[in-house]
């Protein structure tokens, strides 16, 4: 059992930078493949970025060059640090977790957090 707490959100203008952590609990953190979604105001959940266990990101093309994932495992925490954000950026944004990578890329980790609220004031 993996429990994901997120943190971090907030309000910004437009410009500004802030930075999410996820906490995990479990022994086991440094075997999931951790990843960041979003879900927009009306619209659906999406991929933003993962980070394998060992270090590989990946990254939806709307946020390359602007975000970054990073994963600190004897913290059992990741980030992601957010720059340049504009109003497309306004959606609450959740931390997952699977071993299995193929579920990440498919929407359908295991583990989620609850959430945390960016919004971006244009």
């Known amino acids: 059992q993996v429990q994901l707490v997120e943190s971090g959100g907030g309000l910004v203008q437009a410009g500004g930078s802030l930075r999410l952590s996820c906490a995990a609990s479990g022994r086991t953190f440094s075997m999931y493949v951790m990843a960041w979604f979003r879900q927009a105001p009306g619209k659906e959940r999406e991929f933003v970025a993962a980070?394998?266990?060992?270090?590989?990101?990946y990254y939806a093309d709307s946020v390359k060059g602007r975000f970054t994932i990073s994963r600190d495992n004897a913290a059992n925490t990741i980030y992601l640090q957010m720059n340049n954000l504009n109003s497309d950026y306004t959606a609450v944004y959740y931390c997952?977790?699977?071993?299995?990578?193929?579920?990440?890329?498919?929407?359908?980790?295991?583990?989620w957090g609850r959430g945390t609220q960016v919004t971006v004031a244009s």
């Open positions: 980070i394998s266990w060992t270090g590989t990101t």
């Open positions: 997952a977790a699977d071993m299995r990578p193929g579920l990440i890329t498919r929407g359908l980790p295991e583990y």
